[in-house]
């Protein structure tokens, strides 16, 4: 067995040397996402992997990453312990933590030894990774691989046109989950998969509604499908309520979560196959270790941007946050508990995954809460404060309730890259927004191209905080809040500014017709009446990438240094009126009646009350 590792490893090892020397004899494999080196590395793998896949005492899985491990570190003795480690944490997830190891390794083992002719083709398995690990070009492979697991019990692959909406749903995740501990190293990951089990199956339900209300929708039109086969509507399968077609699940996931695939198979075999790179950041002579971000964006609090703050963190802590929606962003049972830094937990959060499957690119890898009316106040003002000026990305979420849903709620809300301006009179923004349900039933609204005058109503803001009560003039009648779509009137999403209820609708000419709230009911007056509903949670987010986030927060920075310098000098400007004001009499005040009884001191006399001049 050690002898296996060893003659590998000097084959990786005399790779990298040829490649260094431009030597390409030694290389004799390659494929459209993967250089020679990396080709062989997996081609090696086959081989380290062959002589070790009968180990009763390991999952097969464990046995494919032991091996990349062993063969990216040329032998496996610089990374030995980390190997050993990371190998153990591997096998408890595949023993505790999810249903479809078994399916996983037997179809993962399948695609490893494809037989041609029944000799093993050794470029097969190179091409299958490099087609998953491609991207969209790779996305048929990927969507198959995901679907023969789902026809996998562990022992054979048997041919379906169905499977139920929620095992697909709940493999995806269930492999996410597992990738992304592999990635952050965690050393209590066994205690950590079972800290998130009612988030985690909330989620698996949000987007199995969604994959099957998608597939209900969808099931009287016929049109052609790329994979072929009968596309008559299988009434009886459908009526199980239950149940999806590979043509569905495709449909679906390329409209609503186009990077729920990516995010979970692609990157799992990524992580599998090119492991992640040890913490050694001046060791470059190892290329097959890869440095991989978290699957996960990390929660942080904005008072991390203050310069008080950010001196004082390290790298991994963050500022302690609580969300109602998204958990604790640090770990709970930390020591450094009550310090400005604490570590960053590493948890994985069902929630915030759902997001990326929208769009990663979108989203980035930090969040920065900028307001929460549970930490921040229920004030308009304070969310004012808060968003006006920032000129990135914002994701707002919130979770309500309503009377005629007793015990239930939903959560909702829109995702803008414009940035918020006050007072507008009229809608603003770009098209570059969307809005979502995240619960009970996944949901994703897009935004609709303006027509003329039809549509293009994406964000509205307006509030007469600052307003000078005195000064009507400056006031006006339009509604005070913030929202989405629909008309000043008949709002798509609005919060008003009590910031206590909010008011829905299922459709409008700028977003694509969906519900946000609870499903009308069936006496309903109108399939888009308003419906109102009663905030419990709300939170904004600063998303994107760093860059991005950074310039927005400068840009929040500056537009509240110049509004505090409008203010102050409005102040001063407002207090020299006033005195002028007083001085003239057209404020009655005896504050400066002294100065009348003293103005004829020069002449030799005072002015009594009578307003004569009395003689010294």
């Not at 969300?323 to 049972?333: I, T, W």
């Not at 419906?531 to 904004?540: G, S």
Request: net charge negative.
């Amino acid at each position: 067995m050690g002898n296996v590792f060893s003659d590998c490893a000097e084959s990786q090892s005399t790779l990298a040397r040829s490649q260094n020397n431009n030597d390409d004899d030694v290389v004799t494999y390659e494929s459209s996402s993967f250089n020679k080196l990396e080709s062989n590395h997996l081609h090696n793998m086959q081989k380290a992997v062959g002589a070790r896949e009968n180990r009763q005492d390991m999952n097969f899985i464990v046995v494919v990453w032991r091996c990349a491990h062993t063969l990216a570190d040329n032998g496996g003795g610089k990374y030995a312990g980390v190997t050993e480690q990371r190998c153990q944490r591997l096998d408890a997830m595949c023993t505790r933590g999810f249903n479809a190891v078994d399916s996983l390794s037997y179809v993962l083992k399948e695609k490893l030894y494809q037989s041609q002719n029944n000799d093993v083709n050794e470029l097969l398995f190179v091409e299958f990774v490099s087609n998953i690990c491609s991207g969209s070009y790779g996305h048929r492979t990927t969507l198959d691989f995901v679907w023969e697991i789902c026809c996998c019990d562990g022992v054979e692959i048997e041919a379906k046109d169905r499977v139920p909406a929620e095992m697909i749903i709940e493999l995806c995740i269930d492999i996410a989950e597992m990738t992304h501990y592999m990635i952050i190293d965690d050393t209590s990951v066994t205690k950590e998969l079972t800290n998130n089990g009612s988030r985690k199956k909330a989620i698996i339900q949000s987007l199995a509604n969604s994959l099957l209300e998608y597939a209900r929708s969808s099931s009287q039109q016929d049109f052609s499908y790329e994979y072929g086969g009968n596309t008559t509507t299988n009434v009886a399968a459908i009526a199980d309520n239950t149940s999806i077609s590979k043509r569905d699940f495709h449909e679906w996931q390329r409209k609503v979560v186009p990077d729920l695939l990516q995010n979970s198979v692609a990157q799992f075999l990524q992580v599998l196959l090119f492991p992640p790179k040890p913490d050694d950041k001046n060791d470059r002579s190892m290329p097959m270790f890869r440095r991989y971000n978290r699957l996960i964006p990390v929660l942080h609090s904005s008072k991390e941007l203050l310069p008080r703050n950010a001196a004082k963190l390290k790298d991994g802590e963050v500022v302690p946050m609580k969300s109602a929606l998204f958990g604790h962003n640090y770990v709970e049972d930390d020591t450094s508990a009550g310090l400005t830094g604490q570590v960053a937990t590493k948890v994985f959060a069902p929630e915030v995954f759902a997001f990326t499957t929208i769009s990663a690119s979108k989203f980035g890898n930090n969040w920065y809460r900028v307001y929460s009316g549970t930490e921040d106040g229920w004030t308009f003002n304070q969310l004012e404060n808060s968003i006006i000026g920032y000129q990135a990305p914002t994701l707002i979420i919130i979770q309500a309730s309503s009377k005629d849903h007793p015990g239930k709620s939903v959560t909702f809300g829109a995702y803008t890259a414009a940035k918020w301006e006050k007072n507008k009179k009229d809608f603003f923004g770009s098209a570059d927004c969307f809005l979502f349900q995240l619960e009970p039933t996944l949901r994703v609204m897009k935004s609709l191209p303006k027509m003329g005058t039809r549509g293009g109503h994406y964000m509205y803001f307006h509030s007469n905080t600052n307003v000078v009560s005195n000064n009507l003039g400056k006031k006006d009648e339009l509604v005070e809040g913030f929202g989405f779509g629909g008309t000043t009137r008949n709002p798509r999403l609005f919060v008003d500014r009590s910031l206590e209820e909010c008011r829905v609708m299922n459709q409008d000419t700028s977003f694509e017709e969906g519900h946000l709230g609870f499903p009308p009911s069936s006496d309903s007056m109108s399939v888009n009446s308003s419906t109102t509903l009663q905030i419990d949670f709300l939170e904004i987010y600063a998303v994107g990438d760093d860059d991005t986030i950074q310039r927005g927060f400068l840009a929040l920075n500056q537009y509240r240094d110049i509004a505090d310098a409008n203010l102050r000098n409005a102040r001063t400007v407002d207090k020299a009126a006033f005195m002028g004001d007083l001085r003239n009499g057209v404020i009655e005040s005896k504050a400066f009646a002294h100065r009348g009884q003293v103005d004829g001191r020069a002449h030799g006399s005072l002015k009594g009350d009578d307003g004569k001049a009395n003689g010294l």
